[in-house]
């Protein structure tokens, strides 16, 4: 089993900076075994992915919008992944979801999300 926990959103002005950050744990849990994910969910609209890396390595940004924005990194010795979000705009107000993807398994965990909400 996989915990995962976010921490890093909360209001903020347009234009300004947010970094995210998910914390995982749990037996077995190593970034070399699960691809990790940010996703959010916008009020009224289904949840998109924003980033994923993969356990391999790659960094895959997928949504447009946030592309030269949004930067992901990890911290292998912390277990922990980050979204680093800049010139945050209100169209980026949303929860923000971590997940693992356990792929030898086809498992998905999630976190609980954390809300960001961009506004003046």
């Known amino acids: 089993q996989v915990q995962l926990v976010e921490s890093g959103g909360g209001l903020v002005q347009p234009g300004k900076s947010l970094r995210l950050s998910c914390a995982a744990s749990?037996?077995?849990?190593?970034?070399?075994?699960?691809?990790m994910s940010w996703y959010r969910q916008a009020p009224g609209k289904e949840r998109e992915v924003v980033a994923t890396?993969?356990?391999?390595?790659?960094?895959?940004i997928v949504a447009d919008s946030v592309k030269d924005r949004f930067t992901v990194s990890r911290d292998r010795a912390k277990n922990t992944i980050y979204l680093q979000m800049n010139s945050l705009i209100p169209e980026d107000t949303a929860v923000y979801y971590c997940?693992?993807?356990?792929?030898?398994?086809?498992?998905?965990?999630w976190g609980k999300g954390t809300l960001v909400t961009v506004s003046s």
């Open positions: 997940n693992a993807y356990y792929p030898d398994a086809r498992v998905n965990y």
């Open positions: 749990g037996s077995g849990f190593t970034f070399s075994t699960h691809d």
């Open positions: 890396m993969y356990r391999v390595g790659t960094i895959t």
